[in-house]
């Protein structure tokens, strides 16, 4: 079982940063894979990018290469998301997740478990 809490998101305007972070629970946090989504108003759920268990492999949505970087502390239980050089298009509720495949899944059906979300707002 693992509990996942997102935060840090936020209002800024189109070009700036923000960090957001997943804190999670459980004991099996460091041997799972996790990853991101985001839902923008009337859309679906779409996946961001996602980070292996070790954090050695990592995969990226299209729209966000280059300007996102997913990264974990499976010491301190930690899944982070550097956004930078944010676009309106960013906004969305953001979402951590994890998955027990054995490999890195883009698919929103292969994660278990899910945070609440957090809201990423981008001005213009």
């Known amino acids: 079982q693992v509990q996942l809490v997102e935060s840090g998101g936020g209002l800024v305007q189109a070009g700036d940063s923000l960090r957001l972070a997943c804190a999670a629970s459980?004991?099996?946090?460091?041997?799972?894979?996790m990853g991101w989504f985001r839902q923008a108003p009337g859309k679906e759920r779409e996946f961001v990018a996602a980070?292996?268990?070790?954090?050695?492999?990592?995969s990226y949505a299209d729209p966000v290469k280059g300007r996102f970087t997913i990264s974990r502390d499976n010491a301190k239980t930690t899944l982070s998301l550097q956004m930078n050089s944010l676009k309106p298009e960013d906004t969305a509720v953001y979402y951590c997740?994890?998955?027990?495949?054995?490999?890195?899944?883009?698919?929103?059906?292969?994660?278990?478990?899910w945070g609440q979300g957090t809201q990423v707002t981008v001005s213009s």
């Open positions: 980070i292996t268990w070790s954090g050695r492999g990592t």
């Open positions: 997740a994890a998955s027990r495949a054995g490999v890195i899944v883009t698919a929103r059906r292969a994660y278990e478990y």
């Open positions: 459980g004991r099996t946090f460091s041997s799972i894979n």
